[in-house]
Nanobody, 121 residues
Framework: VQLQASGGGLVQPGDSLRLSCAAS?????????TGWFRQAPGKEREFVAALSWSGGSSRYADSVEGRFTISRDNAKNTWYLQMNSLKPEDTAVYYCAAAPWPVVAARVRYWGQGTLVTVSS
């Protein structure tokens, strides 16, 4: 199973960006939940958002609640992170992940390679 994250880039504060994570293999057929984590320079990796296999349950970090939205397209084996109203403190490498629900770092079975998001004026 491989996860390929994409969509990062340099944006200004207040802008929007959508990250994608494409999964190959049998990730979705096994009913994995999907999530996003991020790691800012000099900081530990932290949880950002997660969505259950059915899409009926979701979780967000307090710092992104109301600004970020996680979604998935099981038919395409792809999930997304829509990021609105971006702030400089959102600057980080973003990693997609697949894990049993609930999604926490210790339970992640598969990690993507990371995509850099830089928010700066």
């Amino acid at each position: 199973v491989q996860l390929q994250a994409s969509g990062g880039g340099l944006v200004q504060p207040g802008d929007s960006l959508r990250l994608s994570c494409a999964a190959s293999g049998q990730t979705f057929s096994r009913g994995y939940a999907t999530g996003w984590f991020r790691q800012a320079p000099g900081k530990e990796r932290e949880f950002v958002a997660a969505l259950s296999w059915s899409g009926g349950s979701s979780r967000y970090a307090d710092s992104v609640e109301g600004r970020f939205t996680i979604s998935r397209d099981n038919a395409k084996n792809t999930w997304y992170l829509q990021m609105n109203s971006l702030k400089p403190e959102d600057t980080a490498v973003y990693y997609c992940a697949a894990a049993p629900w609930p999604v926490v770092a210790a339970r992640v079975r598969y990690w993507g390679q990371g995509t850099l998001v830089t928010v700066s004026s």
